[in-house]
């Protein structure tokens, strides 16, 4: 989120770096995925969210009321600054947004509007987590994946398994266990986000684990 927040807006949210374990910005992006389910099924509650004044918005669509105004004032900062023609864009340091908010007649591009702007900031930011929730649900290996235990044999929870025999477990038996993933079948990008994503993480096999794991994840 730290590259892709300078990508966007030319300032890192610096979550990386940050001392506190939860910072502002990952609690709002987790309120904002939470809220785009109920702004699906119940779109008008989009425009009333930001009709209402701050001290009633906390409670409707508080990630997306938040996400959206602070993205306002960035496209106003901006705007700002164009037309004061402070604004010096250079490949190196032009931002997605830079490019988005620069029209181009001879190609017939316009400004969008700021709800698209929105929505291609929160494409860009949660775009991983969809990602990651995706193949959880679809994993690339549909089958089992064959292990040989080592001639000396091991010990497995209690369970002696003799060396040269062949083990394997299917992908689907972690990533379907409501144990490790709560609602197994539900898709919930959310549950990459905070406190849950240490888990997730964690048992997230899509590409196998440990030192024979796909290539491409070395």
Known sequence: MDIVSRTLFGYSFNLIDSDIEFPPELKMLES????????????FLKPLSLALPS?????????????????ARKIALISEKREKGALKLDVESMT????????DQDKGFVVPETDEL???AFLFLVAGTVVRESLRLS??????LPRV?????VNVCGQWIPGGTTVSM???IVHDNPDLFENPERFVPERWLGEQRKISE????????????????K
Request: net charge positive; with cysteine; charged share 25%.
């Open 202 to 217: 964690k048992w997230h096999v899509s590409f196998s684990r440990g030192p024979r794991r796909c290539i491409g994840m």
């Open 118 to 120: 929105v929505d291609e």
């Open 139 to 144: 994993t690339a290996v549909p089958g089992n």
């Open 170 to 172: 299917a992908n689907r």
């Open 32 to 43: 904002f995925v939470g809220d785009s389910g109920i702004i699906k099924h119940f779109p």
């Open 55 to 71: 001290f009633v918005d906390s409670s409707v669509l508080k990630g997306y009321t938040y996400f959206k105004r602070q993205l």
């Open 149 to 153: 235990v080592p001639k000396y044999g």
């Open 96 to 103: 997605v947004f830079d490019i988005m908010l620069e029209p």
